[in-house]
């Protein structure tokens, strides 16, 4: 039998020191864990020797106290830990930590590059009882960045639409995504994305799932959609190539499920009886 799910409460209203409990610390976007890739769990700072730039509580982890703790770059891992980027972690750690970890390291983000104010210049200090920081001088409020974004499989028949980013690992192909413009709603951002991307107009457009995503501070919004005509055309600046692929021919694509983008391919791959090959 399979250990549950950890169960996480969040929060922002917790004002004590950071005390006992577990903790998620980053150099930078890397996190901090051991050799079998699990969190420093029921420990202080102090016991891991670690000197933070800043503390985030996160809220009760399994009822226990968890926190979000930034090192600066130079900071050494402890004995028998390392720093891992987050995308290292893809089935490496169960997915619900993964979700913490992506809440987690936005939240040092955004605490980070908000230290001043960006009406006035004026120091910003944390606000009391909630997720935000208050410019010292002005009074104005800033409160953690999420940038919508969409993300859609194309399918015509048993065919899905798959393109090559160029900054994407070799031979790897995914589904298409953009960020949403202002003035714009989610649904017009899909349709407006993938025919600047790659030429073609859409039918049917239906909406799927969504996801925090830390890359980095996006919220994820899952399509499916019906191709409606038009011949592929790339957009050479960000698609090195693109393509339909049969549901038994689909092409090397990112491991495991984690992203939502692999979500809809399995789903994909599932309304069609097959497997979906990427785990």
Same mark, same amino acid.
């Given at each position: 039998m399979f250990p549950p799910p950890p169960r996480f409460v969040p929060s922002s209203r917790f004002t004590t020191p950071p005390t006992r409990g577990t903790y998620l610390v980053f150099r930078q976007r890397a996190l901090l864990v051991d050799a079998g890739f699990r969190l420093p769990h029921d420990r202080t700072l102090e016991e891991l020797a670690l000197a933070p730039v800043r503390v985030q509580y996160l809220g009760e982890l399994d009822d226990a106290p968890c926190f979000a703790a930034e090192l600066a770059q130079a900071s050494p891992a402890p004995e028998g830990m390392q720093f891992v980027d987050l995308r290292g972690l893809f089935g490496r750690m169960p997915e619900p930590l993964l979700g913490l970890a992506? $809440?987690?390291? &936005?939240?040092? *983000?955004? *605490? $980070?590059? !908000? &230290?001043? @104010?960006? =009406? @006035?210049?004026?120091?910003?200090?944390?606000?009391?009882?909630?997720?935000?920081?208050? @410019?010292?001088? @002005?009074?104005?409020? &800033?409160?953690?960045?999420?940038?919508?974004?969409?993300?859609?499989?194309?399918?015509?028949?048993? %065919?899905?639409?798959?393109? $090559?980013? =160029?900054?994407?690992?070799?031979?790897? +192909?995914?589904?298409?995504?953009?960020?949403?413009?202002?003035? %714009?709603?989610?649904?017009?951002?899909?349709?407006?994305?993938?025919? %600047?991307?790659?030429?073609?107009?859409? *039918?049917?457009? $239906? +909406?799927?799932? !969504? #996801?925090?995503?830390?890359?980095?501070? !996006?919220?994820?919004?899952?399509?499916?959609?019906? +191709?409606?005509?038009?011949?592929?055309?790339? *957009?050479? !600046?960000?698609?090195?190539?693109?393509?339909?692929?049969?549901?038994? =021919?689909?092409?090397?694509?990112?491991?495991?499920?984690?992203?939502?983008?692999? #979500?809809?391919?399995a789903d994909f791959c599932k309304r069609r009886g097959r497997r979906f090959p990427s785990g």
């Amino acid at each position: 039998m399979f250990p549950p799910p950890p169960r996480f409460v969040p929060s922002s209203r917790f004002t004590t020191p950071p005390t006992r409990g577990t903790y998620l610390v980053f150099r930078q976007r890397a996190l901090l864990v051991d050799a079998g890739f699990r969190l420093p769990h029921d420990r202080t700072l102090e016991e891991l020797a670690l000197a933070p730039v800043r503390v985030q509580y996160l809220g009760e982890l399994d009822d226990a106290p968890c926190f979000a703790a930034e090192l600066a770059q130079a900071s050494p891992a402890p004995e028998g830990m390392q720093f891992v980027d987050l995308r290292g972690l893809f089935g490496r750690m169960p997915e619900p930590l993964l979700g913490l970890a992506s $809440r987690a390291v &936005q939240i040092n *983000d955004w *605490d $980070r590059t !908000s &230290q001043f @104010c960006g =009406a @006035c210049g004026a120091p910003t200090l944390p606000h009391a009882t909630s997720r935000s920081r208050v @410019c010292s001088a @002005c009074g104005l409020e &800033q409160y953690p960045r999420v940038a919508p974004a969409m993300i859609v499989a194309v399918e015509r028949g048993d %065919e899905v639409l798959l393109a $090559r980013g =160029a900054h994407f690992p070799p031979g790897v +192909y995914s589904t298409l995504a953009g960020f949403v413009d202002p003035g %714009e709603s989610v649904e017009e951002a899909v349709h407006r994305e993938v025919h %600047e991307e790659v030429g073609v107009r859409l *039918d049917n457009l $239906r +909406y799927f799932a !969504s #996801q925090a995503w830390p890359f980095p501070h !996006s919220l994820m919004l899952g399509f499916f959609a019906d +191709y409606a005509g038009g011949e592929i055309t790339p *957009d050479a !600046s960000e698609i090195e190539h693109a393509a339909f692929f049969h549901v038994d =021919a689909l092409p090397k694509l990112f491991p495991g499920r984690v992203s939502v983008g692999n #979500q809809l391919l399995a789903d994909f791959c599932k309304r069609r009886g097959r497997r979906f090959p990427s785990g």
